[in-house]
């Protein structure tokens, strides 16, 4: 709901602030007072195209901030257009984008104007509002063929991806057998050519390794070497052993080094004996990383890369192999789901068909209450082929409208007027009831060329849809606005150079002089007793 709207520097509009109540507020006032002005801004905050244009001579800026309310929560939305085009938006006092904003507060309300009408006008709308009107079954019906349709184009989808992966693999067959092959000759494994790459310098300088390791042996192990200096030295001090401890602690730190010494020593030897003096093996390593470095230069720059294009090799050529295969089960999955689909398409058609009769009788006779006596409808179930079932179903659902009897029934837009397609959406949100969960209706001038009788229709009809929301209705006839709970009068007024709106509320001896004035353009006593009489009429057409 609709609490409060709050509007700044906007074409006329200097600096006005608008509260709203459930029930029904009608929105009265002169031609080019500023009315509509007024729903652009609400239009703002619903997400809407922003016009530069728009914003007051001599402003920099447009601002409009409204106040929402939606199942306890309060929501503050705030809109600025700058004269240079530039939008910003916030939410509850942080930054937002006008999507977030068309998000968060359009859901709220629904804008209903001679151009939004215009929407009923086209079959695409048709189903969803036959469907909300005929329930749960339609709707729970609706959602299984939805999920059916998704299931369906996935398979579709992965059916087609497989066929084209598999003409891809079959003109690239002969040539990813030819990578395969050649990396399998070659076999190599993961980190192959870095274990290989530190060989080389032992291999290429194996003799002056193996005699440095030698001499090195030598000099620790050999006779006179140091082992047996280290051990010399050992007995020396152990023939004064326990003398002094500060003595003790050397002798065990030359243990130590002796027993060090031993273990270089083995290690030396064991170096030198392993060092591979085979100029043939240095040949083999360096032929080895050649053939690496080939498969490198096309496939890598590195290993890794190279096995990782064998093994998408592999996959692919195995994918061309089991193609046949693969194909068929990706048939049957999308004839799988086809069925499926179709089933659920004849489920939600059969469950439409039977809702049909009912909705159609309860819009007749709501737009006869709307003085549109012997107007018929009804819905038109055309089937589409398979491969043109759209998200709404496997028929195209249409209304058609027959302004009298005897006459044939035929699309809306071909014969409904500007008039009778707005009462018709009046008539077809009271048949919808609570299945329509918009809380707030705004309808801009739904009273264009009508009067009398038909003008107290419409305002009754809005006045019982202002039972169960919040209605808010620009008009300009008085029949309409007697209905109202509240009533709001817009008024320009020229106090300079610039013009300027401005909105007040009108209650008790206020509201009779705007009802006379909209009902004979002036406040004479005939007049003022015309709009007692009608006020009277609609507070107790409201109150049964």
């Not at 906007?10 to 608008?18: K, Q, S």
């Not at 192990?221 to 004064?240: E, F, I, N, Y």
């Not at 808010?472 to 029949?479: D, F, P, S, Y």
Request: glycine residues 10%.
């Amino acid at each position: 709901m609709i609490e409060e709207l709050h509007v700044r520097d906007l074409a006329l509009i200097e600096d006005v602030w608008l509260e709203f109540g459930p029930g029904m507020t009608a929105l009265t006032g002169e031609t080019g007072a500023g009315k509509t002005a007024l729903l652009g801004a609400l239009q703002l905050l619903l997400g809407e195209r922003a016009d530069s244009g728009s914003v007051r001579s001599g402003a920099s800026e447009t601002l409009v901030e409204g106040r929402f309310s939606a199942d306890g929560e309060e929501i503050l939305a705030r809109r600025r257009v700058s004269a240079d085009g530039r939008s910003r938006c916030t939410l509850d006092g942080e930054m937002a984008t006008v999507g977030a904003l068309a998000d968060r507060i359009g859901p709220l309300v629904e804008l209903h104007g001679q151009h939004e009408h215009q929407a009923l006008l086209s079959a695409a709308t048709h189903s969803s509002y036959l469907d909300r009107r005929a329930g749960a079954p339609v709707l729970d019906a609706r959602i299984t063929y939805h999920d059916a349709r998704i299931a369906y184009r996935d398979a579709c989808t992965a059916r087609d991806e497989l066929l084209a992966m598999l003409a891809e693999a079959a003109r690239d067959a002969d040539y990813l057998r030819l990578v395969s092959e050649e990396i399998e000759r070659v076999a190599p494994q993961p980190g192959e050519d870095e274990a290989l790459e530190s060989r080389v310098p032992a291999l290429q300088h194996g003799e002056r390794l193996a005699q440095a390791a030698s001499e090195a042996a030598q000099l620790l192990r050999g006779d006179g070497g140091a082992l047996d200096l280290l051990a010399q030295a050992s007995v020396a001090l152990g023939k004064v052993a326990d003398i002094d401890p500060a003595l003790d602690d050397l002798a065990a730190s030359l243990g130590e080094a002796y027993t060090l010494a031993d273990d270089v020593s083995t290690g030396i030897r064991a170096y030198r004996d392993g060092v591979d003096h085979d100029s043939a093996g240095l040949d083999d390593v360096l032929s080895r990383l050649s053939a690496l470095g080939v498969l490198k230069k096309k496939y890598g720059p590195r290993l890794e890369d190279v096995l990782a294009t064998a093994e998408r090799a592999h996959a692919a050529i195995a994918a061309h192999d089991a193609g046949e295969e693969r194909t068929r089960t990706a048939e049957e999955a999308v004839e799988a789901a086809a069925q499926v689909l179709r089933e659920a398409a004849a489920h939600l058609q059969g469950l439409r068909e039977q809702a049909a009769p009912a909705f159609v009788d309860e819009l007749g006779a709501a737009v006869s209450e709307l003085c549109m006596d012997g107007a018929r409808f009804e819905v038109s179930f055309t089937p589409l082929p398979f491969d043109g079932w759209t998200a709404d179903g496997s028929h195209r659902v249409e209304f058609l409208y027959a302004p009298a009897p005897g006459q044939p029934a035929r699309p809306l837009a071909r014969i409904a007027s500007g008039g009778e397609i707005s009462r018709v959406m009046l008539a077809l949100k009271g048949v919808l009831g609570e299945a329509d969960s918009v809380g707030t209706l705004v309808f801009d001038e739904i009273d264009a060329g009508i009067g009398g009788t038909a003008a107290r229709a419409v305002g009754r009809r809005l006045a019982q849809l202002a039972r169960t929301r919040q209605v808010i209705v620009v008009t300009h006839l008085a029949q309409v606005a007697a209905f109202a709970d509240s009533q709001l009068v817009v008024s320009k007024s020229v106090g300079g150079e610039v013009a300027a709106t401005s909105v007040t509320l009108v209650e008790g001896q206020q509201r009779v002089a705007e009802i006379a004035r909209m009902l004979s353009g002036n406040d004479s006593e005939a007049s003022r007793t015309h709009a007692d009489e009608l006020l009277g009429e609609a507070w107790t057409a409201r109150s049964s």
